[in-house]
């Protein structure tokens, strides 16, 4: 893949996305559905590798450009990581200045509903590809359940659904 239109995808997802995993979907459909040029194991595998490590939640982004385009790609997926970060101080003074008015607060309150909806709807592929039976089902339900019903922090979720997957393949 060209390593312009790969940074330039990846940017499109990083631009439109308002927190960390919220890229997901834009990414989703531009690399795995749209150009073939990553599979649903591999996004999930990028996703867990940002995960593994400290730092921010769309650092993904990095592991992507790598599994579609090695080293050179990790760079752009870098490149595009870092760009909002150079465009939201503009536009932060922008929108913050008009953001009491009605319109620019719908127009916020639609784009974060919609966010949520292609969120949901990027997860279910990824989910179906890494949740393959009985006992990858229970962890990922107690997962969801703890996340959703407790304020535990994820990372002892994520702490605690690795050691499961350690004392099963023991047993």
Known sequence: MNLLVLYLLL?????????????????????VVERRVLTDRE???????????????GLY???VGYFVAGVPGAFMGLLALMTPAFLIIPMARYVGSKANQPRIRSAIEGVLAAAAGLLVASTLPLARESVTGAFSGAVALASFVLLTATRVDIGWVMLGAAAAGLLAAAL
Do not use: Q, W
């Open 11 to 31: 940017l499109k997802a990083t631009v439109t996305s308002f927190s960390g995993l919220t890229s997901l979907p834009v990414i989703h459909h531009d690399l």
């Open 43 to 57: 996004l999930n595998a990028a996703v867990a590798a940002g995960r593994a490590g400290p730092g921010p939640y």
């Open 61 to 63: 982004v990095v592991s």
